[in-house]
Antibody, heavy 117, light 110 residues
Framework: EVQLVESGGGLVQPGESLRLSCAVSGFTFSSYGMNWVRQAPGKGLQWISFIGPGNSRIDYADSVKGRFTISRDDAKNSLYLQMNSLRVEDTAIYYC??????????WGQGALVTVSS | QSALTQPPSASGSPGQSVTISCTGTSSDVGGYDYVSWYQQHPGKAPKLMIYEVTQRPSGVPDRFSGSKSGNAASLTVSGLRAGDEAEYYCSSYAGGRKWVFGGGTKLTVL
């Protein structure tokens, strides 16, 4: 069964850091690009980062560029998102998703990140 | 990266058809045939319903169809069922391995 499971969410204060993980199973992780997409409470979806297979390409939305870092460990079938200098507006559910068909075809259940003082 | 424009709501009775629009620009929807649509039920993760404008992933009923003309794309749901009631998001490739989403449309089955 194809499965993506996010972890690492929680409550942090503005300016602090947090690292999200996404554990992948059921497919050859190293062959796929991966996305991080977030959803603020009661709001729509926002794409925030992409990493290609073999780190062939990495991209970020302007809103997180310079603060967030996407990475992957193919040996551990894991995707990561290092989030630094967190802001209140970064509060959201963060989803990892497999990139296929020029879309995100498989999604995790999401990890809630709350940034509040 | 500006969001794509979707109507906030749409509705239809069981058995009817409803179409949800998604308007972008020549830099996203109009520039690439990489429009996708996602269904999201409350408290759940999004589910891919349409990719590459018109293609359905395995397991998605053919009641769901997509199209595109110029800078606008559409999702049509035919033979509406109660389970189709959800939030629907369009998304488009915007170049440079970046994606942009629409604001979402809440579909209500009357």
């Amino acid at each position: 069964e194809v499965q993506l499971v996010e972890s690492g969410g929680g409550l942090v204060q503005p300016g602090e850091s947090l690292r999200l993980s996404c554990a992948v199973s059921g497919f050859t992780f190293s062959s796929y690009g991966m996305n991080w997409v977030r959803q603020a409470p009661g709001k729509g979806l926002q794409w925030i980062s992409f990493i290609g297979p073999g780190n062939s390409r990495i991209d970020y939305a302007d809103s997180v560029k310079g603060r967030f870092t996407i990475s992957r460990d193919d040996a551990k079938n894991s995707l990561y998102l290092q989030m630094n200098s967190l802001r209140v507006e970064d509060t959201a559910i963060y989803y990892c998703a497999r990139d296929q068909f020029w879309a995100s075809d498989i999604w995790g259940q999401g990890a809630l990140v709350t940034v509040s003082s | 990266q500006s969001a794509l424009t979707q109507p906030p709501s749409a509705s239809g009775s069981p058995g009817q058809s409803v179409t949800i629009s998604c308007t972008g620009t020549s830099s996203d929807v109009g520039g690439y045939d990489y429009v996708s649509w996602y269904q999201q039920h409350p408290g759940k993760a999004p589910k891919l319903m349409i990719y590459e404008v018109t293609q359905r992933p395995s397991g998605v009923p053919d009641r769901f169809s997509g199209s595109k003309s110029g800078n606008a794309a559409s999702l049509t749901v035919s033979g509406l069922r109660a389970g189709d009631e959800a939030e629907y998001y369009c998304s488009s490739y915007a170049g440079g391995r970046k994606w942009v989403f629409g604001g979402g449309t809440k579909l209500t089955v009357l």
